[in-house]
C-alpha cells in the first residue's frame, strides 16, 4: 500500500466520521425539543382545593358590601332587569311591574300587576336582603316564581344594583346598619 492509497482510505474513513457527526449534529437541531416547563398530566386536589376556597371568598355581609356599592356601576349592571322592568317614577310594568320605590315597599304590591302565587305568597316588605336573595336567585327565594332571569351570582355586583335600586326612590330607604 503505497502512501498515495493510505491517504485516499484515511480521507474516506474521515470523510464518513465527519458525515456521521455532521448528522448527529443536523438530527439534533431538528429534533432538540426543551423538556416541557410543566406536565402534560394534573396532579390531583392539593392544588386544587385552596383555590376553589378562594374564588367562593370570605363571605362579606350585606351591610359592608352595600357600604361599598355604587349605584352607577348598579344602573350598568341593570340594564339586562331593564328588559323587564322600569325603574323610572310612573314608570309602566312590563313583563315584570315597576321598581320604582321597590326597596321597603310591600312584596308583590304594584297594582294592577299579576304576580305569581310564589311571590303573592311571601308577605312582608322587600328588605335589602330579601331582594339580594331574590337577585341571587330568583326560584330559590320564591318557588314558581314568573320572574325568568337566572340570578346575578357575584355579591358585590347585587350590591351594585341594590344601591342603584335603592336611588329609584322619593326617599331612599336607609342601608342596613353593619
Ligand atoms: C325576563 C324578565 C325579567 C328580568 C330580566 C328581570 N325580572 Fe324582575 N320580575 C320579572 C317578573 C315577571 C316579576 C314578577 C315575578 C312574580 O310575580 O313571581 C319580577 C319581579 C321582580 C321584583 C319583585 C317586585 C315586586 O313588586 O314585588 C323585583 C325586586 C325584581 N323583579 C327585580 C329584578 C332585578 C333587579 C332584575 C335584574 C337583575 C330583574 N328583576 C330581572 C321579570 C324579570
Not at 370570605?58 to 349592571?77: H, N
Request: charged share 20%; glycine share 10%; hydrophobic share 45%.
Amino acid at each position: 500500500m503505497d502512501s498515495f492509497e493510505f491517504n485516499k482510505i484515511a480521507g474516506a474513513v474521515l470523510g464518513a466520521l465527519l458525515f456521521l457527526m455532521g448528522i448527529g449534529i443536523f438530527s439534533d437541531a431538528i429534533f432538540h425539543r426543551a423538556p416541557p416547563k410543566t406536565a402534560a398530566y394534573n396532579l390531583p386536589a392539593e392544588e386544587a382545593a385552596p383555590a376553589a376556597a378562594a374564588a367562593a371568598g370570605p363571605s362579606v355581609p350585606l351591610p359592608e358590601l352595600l357600604a361599598k356599592a355604587d349605584a352607577k356601576r348598579g344602573e350598568t349592571l341593570s340594564k339586562p332587569c331593564a328588559a323587564c322592568h322600569t325603574f323610572e317614577k310612573g314608570g309602566a310594568d312590563k313583563i315584570g311591574p315597576h321598581l320604582y320605590g321597590v326597596v321597603a315597599r310591600p312584596i308583590a304590591s304594584a297594582s294592577g300587576f299579576a304576580y305569581s302565587d310564589a311571590l303573592k305568597g311571601k308577605g312582608g316588605e322587600w328588605s335589602y336582603a330579601a331582594l339580594d336573595q331574590f337577585i341571587a336567585n330568583p326560584r330559590g327565594y320564591a318557588n314558581g316564581t314568573k320572574m325568568a332571569y337566572g340570578g346575578e351570582k357575584d355579591p358585590a355586583r347585587r350590591a351594585d344594583i341594590l344601591a342603584y335600586l335603592r336611588s329609584k326612590a322619593d326617599t331612599p330607604a336607609p342601608l342596613p346598619a353593619p
